[in-house]
């Protein structure tokens, strides 16, 4: 446990004012429409969004997450950390796409790919999948700090996670992603400092880079500052295999959408960005700032483990990097750490409020329930549906025992048997709605079969993650490829609107040629004339 | 004729073209640069530095390719973007069956 002193709390009470007050602050605008209160108005310039990006992607349970990783990895772990890279990509495709089509989020994005009864389908398919998988995660993220408050103060669990989450649902209740966005700027700048303050400060605690090196040397551990110290080809627990495996899930997932479960998120950033431009700059830099985050985590993790080598138990050397701030930093920065982590938490927490009560409030209320709702009626709806999720989250949070097992499951289980088809949806214009919907329901029974019920019966052994992916990718094609082929293309008229708007990339011919004939894409050479004038 | 072209008009723009793929091959380049760079450059590794400052080089060089073709794509959207938000919210409301 850790004695606060009154500057520690001084810090954490400032900040809790500060930063509540200014998500507050925004309640006019949020209050404006459905689109001020989901997407800022699509008004905000590329570093806003790119803010969100990362402050939203730095929860509590990351460091806990990245110091697992890299205390047993070495600095290879950070490769684990690599699936954020499908940004790189997709900041300059999917992002691009995404953005021209304007759609609020991707199940209503699902409606102007696809047509008709299969496109309605998977709106309330994708919808209702993200208002819980946001409850799930809100659940997930607000349990860690559950523990990081049993570690600090010795409190019950259900404290730390009830405390915080609600008093950021002040703010989201109040001004929507006007709040989330103009607070989570705020704590992104409080929490890279922090990151870097409590780094350096452990790596000086551990003697300096110097002496982490000559150390690791002397332990026989030097390895651990090879990004590429893989356990053999296929053998051990971090093979080359894998390596392969997850760099094409990260960068050739870029072309795609909902190929990582980020993409729920990023897409809310994307839409609200003030323009395509500003949507590609945003994803692609927030990312950035997230595996240059992740590298600082490293090289603290570095320097615990040079002080603390032999740690086994997994929830104990997860710890390491807070340790590093709460056992080596003075006293009063101490307290902004903790204002700092708080800050990463409730980030976390906002975005993901609010963006589950965007898919209840534009997929399934307004669509399904009310199309004639008011703006003023859906601003209400939000909020209420936030609460419900704020209500939920308490409940799957408390269900939660290990953060890391969860979290590398559910990453996983959501990556692989439609991770084809979240590619083929935006590069090929012959897959249809039946071959994408059948892919989700394969996906859903063929994951548990492979990673659970089956090597459970001895039927197949217990495979490896990333063999588990090729599997399921390869069983899941056996059944959304026929489905697609035995099914009708969407209409060719859909797709030429489609086409026109969003301007895919990959294998769209067919559509490009009839929208040629009919003189859609003509009237863009037009102008083109009219500008050499 | 330069390789890389930085002129746009609105037309050529939009076409998937060698400047997007450039930027496709060199974006993942610049993450993994950017992430060893870092974490080696924490530890005072030399190869670390080189690694950063080539990631930030390639970074800057990612950005002068895409930057003119992203802003020309994005003065011409604007104009249409607000007959697109009606036929959106028109959609969500079934006023305007797909298709």
Known sequence: MIEFQFLDWFWVVLFLLVTVGLGVAFYRLGKRSESDFFLAGRELPWWLPASSVYATHTATDTPIWVTGVVYKYGVAGLWYTFFAAWCAISAFVSTRIFRRSLAYTQAEWNTIRFHGVGAEML??????????????????????????????????????????????????????????????????????????????????????????????TTMGEAWRMNPFAFTGWFSGEFPVAWFITMMVIAVIGGFGMGTSIDWYVEAQRIQSAKSVRDASYSIWWGTALVLTRNSIWAAAVLAFYVMFPNITSQSTYEMGWFRLGFEYLPVGLIGFFFAAIIAIHISTIASHLNLGAMYFTRDLYLHYFKPKASEKELVWV???????????????????????????????????????????????????AWGYLSAWIANLGISWLVVWILPHFNIIPSLPDYQQFWLLMLLGALIFLPVTFLTKPEPMEHLIKYYVQARPIGWWGPVKREAEKLGLLVHVELNNKEVKK | ??????????????????????????????????????????????????????????????????????????????????EYLEKLERNARWEEIHG
């Open chain 1, 382 to 432: 939000g909020r209420v549906a936030t609460l419900i999720l704020l209500l939920g989250s308490f409940f799957y949070g408390l269900m939660m025992e290990d953060i890391t097992s969860w979290l590398i499951f559910a990453l996983w289980l959501m990556a692989a048997g439609v991770w084809l088809p979240n590619i083929l949806q935006v590069v090929w214009w012959r897959f249809n």
């Open chain 2, 1 to 82: 004729m330069k390789y890389i072209k930085r002129d746009w008009k609105p037309g050529d723009a939009d076409e998937w073209t060698k400047e997007d793929w450039i930027t496709i091959i060199i974006s993942p380049l610049c993450y993994i640069l950017l992430m060893i760079g870092t974490v080696l450059s924490f530890l005072l590794n030399v190869l670390g530095f080189i690694l950063l400052a080539v990631g930030i080089f390639l970074t800057w060089f990612m950005h002068w390719v895409i930057d003119p073709k992203l802003k020309v794509i994005s003065n011409e959207y604007e104009k249409k973007q607000h």
């Open chain 1, 123 to 216: 709106r309330g398919w994708i919808s209702g999948w993200q208002v819980f998988m946001n409850m799930f995660i809100l659940g997930w993220v607000g349990i860690a700090m559950g523990k990081v408050c049993e570690y600090l103060f010795g409190w019950d669990l259900w404290i730390g996670l009830v405390l915080f989450s609600s008093l950021c649902a002040i703010y989201v209740l109040a001004a929507g992603y006007w709040g989330v966005i103009m607070a989570d700027f705020q704590q992104g700048i409080i929490a890279f400092l922090m990151i870097i303050i409590v780094s350096v400060w452990g790596i000086m605690a551990a003697g300096g880079p110097t002496v982490i090196a000559d150390k690791l």
